[in-house]
């Protein structure tokens, strides 16, 4: 076994830039105006995404804009705002071995012996009662996509085999291609980074290499976020738009995902861009009347969401959202014993008005899962040559076992439901810290076989 020391924290920032030529359209009556691509053509762009509340177009001048604006239809034309994946360290382990797939009995994985995170929300009891999930539950994952896509039209990391639906993938963000090896050839949603299928490992996994929450849901890429390069031109984590991050939202609901996961925390000025307040409301707005339950992590920046003045925590403070702020073990162990398990990680975002349950997200002692096998970033590019897991903490980590139990929910509950799954979500949490609403834990610690009826 080869091992990189370190470990991936990782929290998602809005930089006040917008991408270049990018611009988020919206129209007058909820319907895209006719002749919509012609017009934006004549201005000089691309259509990117378009939907009946907003459309994404690529290189627009600031007069090609003026000018697309001036249509009749079109309620506003407004620069994209930039998001930046920013990864700190990493680790990654090497895994070989002919043990068989274990999906039946997940804990039978064998890196379960880390994974201090799933015993503690109970998932590994629901294993036992036999509740793996159902292929029938979709969930979208919003990130950076999900692992290498092969010949077969499978994912090649044998924990995500069969799970993925490559052929309702989306891209929505390019990768940068000064990060990408010459000769490097990939599918559109394959995960160069990492953090889409760490995510996504997390809410479901065949258990070959780590367990997750589930072992049998169908998980698609909805690609948001790709490989970047900081201001020296070093390639460095991820980055994604707003109007990317809001295309996708649309594109899951519209694919009828029973749950999105948005590993996404981050903010932005109120001032001045109230107009993006708005939009993000209508979007998650319409998703829920589709019957998408929206997971997002609370933010890595150790906020308190109550007090946050003129900052709007992007996607906690929009309508209908399930907040998740992370806990972990207080000591380092990488195999044990870890002590105050529950404990509110030293990272998380916080506040009442915004967290709804806290999850496992690392606190020192990582959050293990797949790591792809198309990544090419730094310190990850060995992932490409064996089946790896990867550990890392943030509330990016803490989402997907929230996503992981509402997948569950959704198979008790029924579809197109989520505010009778979030509802299921909080009650069965166990209340932690202040009684009530707390500001770490939100309503309480997901508790998986209270969830579902288990205990």
Partial sequence: MKKLSAVLVISLLVSAAAFAGQYVVTFRGNSVPAGFADQVAAAGGTVVFQHPILALVHGLSADGAAQLGANSGIASVQAD???????ES????????????????????????????????GADQAWAAGRLGSRSVTVAVLDTGIDRQNAAGSASHPDLAGL??????VQFQLDNPACIPAGFTFHPTDDLLFH???????????????????????????KVLGLTTDASGQCTGGSGSLGAVLSGVLYAADIDADVANMSLGGGFSKAGNGAYVGLINRVFNYAHSKGTLIVVAAGNSGLDMDHDGNLNVTYCASPNTVCVSATGPTNYSTNGPWQNVNAPAFYTNYGRSAVSVAAPGGNGSYVWAACSRSAVSAGLSICQTGTFV??????????????????????SIGKDKPSQVKAALQQSADDLGQPGTDPFYGKGFINVPRALGLQ
Avoid: C, K
Avoid at 95 to 116: L, T
Avoid at 164 to 169: A, C
Avoid at 196 to 221: D, E, K, Q, R, Y
């Fill in 81 to 87: 705002a930039t998001f930046s994946l920013d990864g």
């Fill in 90 to 121: 990493m680790s990654a382990a090497e895994q070989n071995f002919d043990a068989p797939a274990s999906a039946a009995n997940p804990a039978g994985a064998f890196f379960y012996p880390r994974q201090w995170n799933m015993r503690t929300i």
């Fill in 164 to 169: 993925v639906d490559y052929s309702r993938g």
């Fill in 196 to 222: 889409g299928t760490h995510v996504s490992a997390t809410i479901a996994s065949n258990a070959v290499a780590a367990a997750g929450v589930t072992s049998n849901v169908t998980l698609v890429p909805v």
């Fill in 390 to 411: 990867v550990g890392a903490e943030g509330t990016s980590m803490a989402a997907p076992h929230v996503t992981g139990l509402a997948a569950l929910l959704v198979e």
